[in-house]
């Protein structure tokens, strides 16, 4: 399965970015709408951190600690696509942000990857 994010760069404090994640190459069997899927955040010299996460149907989501009621997640399963909406950025946002598909469409908790993407990088400066 491939992953692709965009949609990253560089916005001043308070603004927002949507982030987007195009997934393609599933196994036989198996579609988009087979999976969670979330983001997972990593800035310089931290442990990767949950983000947010979707179930299959869009009908469930979740959002972590430090991005509640600024982060929102949807996806879009005609279009094979996840997005990460961030508004009020503040400079600690700042951090490779990755797409993550998990085989489980109902997660609990946070989500437990079975595959990643690659990263896009959001730049929050004061």
């Known amino acids: 399965v491939q992953l692709q994010a965009s949609g990253g760069g560089l916005v001043q404090a308070g603004g927002s970015l949507r982030l987007s994640c195009t997934a393609s190459?599933?196994?036989?069997?198996?579609?988009?709408?087979?999976?969670?899927m979330g983001w997972f955040r990593q800035a310089p010299g931290k442990e990767r951190e949950f983000v947010a996460a979707?179930?299959?149907?869009?009908?469930?989501?979740s959002t972590g600690d430090s991005v509640k009621g600024r982060f929102s997640i949807s996806r879009d399963n005609a279009k094979e696509m996840v997005f990460l909406q961030m508004n009020n950025l503040k400079p600690e946002d700042t951090a490779v942000y990755y797409c993550?598909?998990?085989?489980?469409?109902?997660?609990?908790?946070?989500?437990?990857?079975?595959?990643w993407g690659q990263g896009t990088q959001v730049t929050v400066s004061s």
């Open positions: 979707v179930i299959w149907s869009g009908t469930r989501s």
């Open positions: 993550a598909a998990d085989r489980n469409p109902y997660y609990e908790g946070t989500l437990s990857p079975t595959y």
């Open positions: 190459g599933f196994p036989s069997g198996f579609s988009f709408s087979s999976y969670s």
